[in-house]
Antibody
Framework: QITLKESGPTLVKPTQTLTLTCTFS??????????VGWIRQPPGKALEWLAL???????RYSPSLKSRLTITKDTSKNQVVLTMTNMDPVDTATYYC????????????WGQGTLVTVSS | DIQMTQSPSTLSASVGDRVTITCRAS??????LAWYQQKPGKAPKLLIY???SLESGVPSRFSGSGSGTEFTLTISSLQPDDFATYYC?????????FGQGTKVEIK
């Protein structure tokens, strides 16, 4: 059974750096093709794809946020970390991590999400 | 970026109605499209992948069709549990992009 869970601060101040951790179980980065992505959703708004990391450490980013994002993985801990620099109130959102399988491309399992508020 | 445009933004329907949601891509995405259902305070749930393949465990009243730039999600007979917001997402080209969502409300 695949599960993912996001963790990190619920409140950050403007200009600070956000660090979120996705801890997962039921799959491994040892499997060729596996990926974990991050998606966010501002309150009452649509989903926005942020970044994706693959088993082979290939990384993809949203071009509009690429300069602010870094995605890394810790295979031994079954974790994926997303950092976002220079946080702004418009970055207030629920942040989700999601699983991309080894033989397909879409996200089939999602974490429950974590709400991050950016405010002074 | 590939823009995904859903219509309508909001849909009012009754239990038992047949409901169709459209998703248009700004350029061809072949059949690399997924549909998700999201309820308030919950994570999105995968319904359809590769434009027309039903995810395991999803009721057969949900179906998807289309290829290239135009896609549809159909609910053959709307059930009380189906009132939610639906999103399409393309995974043909990075960055993967989502539609703006279609909220299905009770009429």
């Amino acid at each position: 059974q695949i599960t993912l869970k996001e963790s990190g601060p619920t409140l950050v101040k403007p200009t600070q750096t956000l660090t979120l951790t996705c801890t997962f179980s039921g799959f491994s980065f040892s499997t060729s093709g596996v990926g974990v992505g991050w998606i966010r959703q501002p309150p009452g708004k649509a989903l926005e794809w942020l970044a994706l990391i693959y088993w082979d450490d290939d990384k993809r980013y949203s071009p509009s946020l690429k300069s602010r994002l870094t995605i890394t993985k810790d295979t031994s801990k079954n974790q994926v970390v997303l950092t976002m620099t220079n946080m702004d109130p418009v970055d207030t959102a629920t942040y989700y991590c999601a699983h991309r399988g080894d033989t397909y491309t879409y996200f089939d399992y999602w974490g429950q999400g974590t709400l991050v508020t950016v405010s002074s | 970026d590939i823009q995904m445009t859903q219509s309508p933004s909001t849909l009012s329907a009754s239990v038992g109605d047949r409901v169709t949601i459209t998703c248009r891509a700004s350029q061809s995405i072949n059949s690399w499209l997924a549909w998700y259902q999201q309820k308030p305070g919950k994570a999105p749930k995968l319904l359809i992948y590769d434009a027309s393949s039903l995810e395991s465990g999803v009721p057969s009243r949900f179906s998807g069709s289309g290829s290239g730039t135009e896609f549809t999600l159909t609910i053959s007979s709307l059930q009380p549990d189906d009132f939610a917001t639906y999103y399409c997402q393309q995974y043909n080209t990075y960055p993967w992009t989502f539609g703006q969502g279609t909220k299905v409300e009770i009429k």
